[in-house]
């Protein structure tokens, strides 16, 4: 019990002091996070507007795909993109095997099919008849597809946010494709299990309660974005 | 200065849709495709719209080609001017009723813009509506904007979707009025899908019948609902009853007319034919329990009671005459002659109610 207590006691210490490492490890998490939903964003819109939108032969397939991708085990994703970027893997020369990128990768491997799968849904929402309503309005395709995607900006924003949920927390792919070395590929999930494994319960309740925060406040961020536009 | 339209649009291991016809542009007038539901109608007007591609044919507006199939040619559904309003409004939920107006209309200067959106809320009675959403609009005043965001742009011709089925029945007769006010002070012509033979009859201009995918039958709506020219058509039309006969004798303009063993009276269209179909409406028969023999009627049925149907204001009557027919009768009459299924009655038509539809052999 005292073990927990200095833990948390030290936890705040760290937090409020500004530690250095902290911060660091913190905005390393949100940088490469933050990236991979970015891209995660534009490929999964993109593929739920195009699955929304078309009729295709093996469409239903696809779709069972990206519901199927919706719950990827991110340690499958990060041994299958270990595989790719191994030296003497099909993406070797790359060089990108333990860098930052490879995590923002991997992570953009595990967000963008959560993004799609609950793009899908949101477009599906929409009525039938919308889409073509839009056109006989004057509208050209384009036009279209952003009208629909401002009409659906709600679920849209709601897809990005489980997205963004799902990269920051998982662990597994950042390790393996990471390494969690300091300084480089250090996140705040790779952080927390070392110092978890080595006894230091301060710093890793010190990150666990940084992620919660950091959690909430993009969640509370975008829920406040999305609650803003509905009165006018 | 007309729309052209001769075309068909084939679905994958489904019906073949085919629309031969033309309306005229700028003037006002309603054509209606009548039909069944899935007889493509929609599908028509999807085609004019540029929202579907038909697989065959051109469709031309005024000279200039919406869609040609053997050369490629198909124009967009922006480029054709064409308003069109869908069954279920389909209104913008996150718009007001002023954004959902001017939507069409958003890349005309801002003056003008509004200028146009306080026009067609006036022409088409939404004041106070401005600010709300689509979620707090009744049925009607949804079909409204829709209209009104359909008119907006000035198009050259409107398609109207099955655009009062959504509604309950006072809120429908209500937009009907006043849609013929409205779009008359226009000069807009309206192609108007409907299965309803209530709004075909009392807004068309023109009625196009279609049945199984083609337009089967054409002229002013009062014309051919009381002219129905095939069997189907004369179901689809309301005709109750619809029975098969054989040519007994020619005598005096009338034919007389052989059915289940009677003897039916009914006025002879000419040419030469051996066996038709008589169609009779259930409004053309009277009912009665022992009246005086002699009557106007040239055809007194003996029969009985089969079937009693309420519906609204009035009452079904199936009658076997030797032959199943139909009646429709107030139901202050049916408690007058306290009819009940088994009851023997007698049937009266008049001669001139039953249209005659040869068979051709």
């Known amino acids: 019990m005292d073990l927990i207590w200095e833990g948390i006691k030290e936890a705040l210490r760290l937090l409020f002091t500004l530690d250095r490492e902290v911060l660091s490890i913190t905005a390393l998490s949100l940088a490469l996070s933050g990236l991979a939903t970015l891209a995660s964003l534009v490929m999964g819109v993109g593929l739920g507007l195009v699955l929304a939108l078309n009729r295709f032969p093996g469409k239903r397939l696809v779709i069972s795909l990206v519901n199927t991708g919706m719950g990827l085990p991110p340690v499958v994703v990060g041994l299958f993109v270990s595989i790719l970027l191994w030296r003497n893997g099909p993406l070797g020369m790359l060089h990108l095997l333990y860098t930052p990128m490879a995590i923002v990768i991997a992570q953009t491997v595990i967000a963008t099919p959560i993004i799609a799968g609950l793009s899908l849904a949101a477009l599906q929402q929409l009525p039938p008849d919308l889409r073509l309503q839009i056109l006989t309005l004057g509208a050209t395709r384009r036009q279209m597809v952003w009208v629909l995607i401002k009409e659906a900006r709600l679920p849209l924003l709601a897809a990005v946010m489980a997205g963004f949920g799902g990269v920051i927390s998982e662990v597994g792919a950042s390790i393996m494709v990471g390494g969690n070395i300091k300084g480089s590929t250090r996140v705040l999930t790779t952080a927390t299990v070392m110092e978890t494994s080595k006894g230091n319960f301060d710093i890793a309740i010190a990150l666990s309660v940084i992620l919660l925060v950091l959690a909430f406040a993009v969640n509370a961020a975008l829920t406040h974005l999305q609650q803003r536009r509905r009165p006018r | 200065m007309a729309l052209r339209a001769d075309f068909s649009r084939t679905f994958p291991k489904g019906p073949k849709v ?280 040239r055809n007194r049925l003996a029969g009985s009671v089969t079937a009693l149907h309420a519906i609204g204001p009035l009452v079904r009557v199936q009658v076997d005459c030797g032959f199943p027919l139909e009646a429709l009768i107030t139901t202050w009459a049916c408690e007058d002659l306290s009819l009940a299924i088994g009851d023997p009655v007698h049937a009266l038509i008049k001669a001139t109610a039953v249209v005659v539809i040869p068979v051709e052999v």
């Open chain 2, 18 to 297: 085919e629309a031969t016809f033309e309306v005229e542009l700028d003037c006002f007038s309603i054509t209606v495709l009548f039909g069944a539901s899935g007889c493509g109608k929609t599908t028509i007007l999807r085609c004019l719209a540029g929202l579907d591609r038909p697989d065959a044919g051109v469709i031309s507006a005024d000279g200039t080609t919406w869609f040609n199939a053997p050369s490629g040619c198909f124009v967009p559904p922006r480029q054709r001017q064409v308003g069109y309003v869908f069954q279920e409004a389909s209104l913008f939920p996150h718009l007001d009723v002023e954004g959902n107006i001017g939507f069409g209309v958003r890349s005309w200067p801002r003056q003008e813009r509004q200028a146009r959106i306080v026009e067609l809320i006036q022409m088409l009675g939404l004041e106070g509506l401005e600010r709300r959403r689509p979620a707090d609009l009744s049925g009607g005043e949804k079909q409204r904007v829709a209209l009104a965001r359909a008119l907006a742009p000035r198009p050259r011709m409107l398609l109207l979707d099955e655009p009062f089925a959504s509604l309950d029945r006072p809120a429908a007769e209500q937009l009907r009025h006043g849609l013929r006010h409205v779009l008359q002070a226009l000069a807009m012509p309206v192609i108007l899908v409907t299965h309803n033979r209530d709004e075909a009859l009392s807004l068309g201009d023109r009625l196009l019948l279609m049945r199984e995918g083609r337009i089967r039958q054409s002229g002013s709506p009062s014309e051919v609902f009381a002219r129905p020219d095939s069997r189907e058509a004369a179901e689809l039309l309301g005709f109750g009853t619809v029975v098969r006969t054989r040519v007994e004798r020619r005598t005096g303009g009338l034919l007389g007319l052989i059915a289940g063993g009677v003897e039916l009276f009914a006025p002879d269209p000419g040419g030469d034919f051996s066996e038709a179909y008589a169609c009779i409406r259930g409004e053309g028969v009277s009912l009665e329990r022992h009246g005086p023999a002699t009557v106007t009627q």
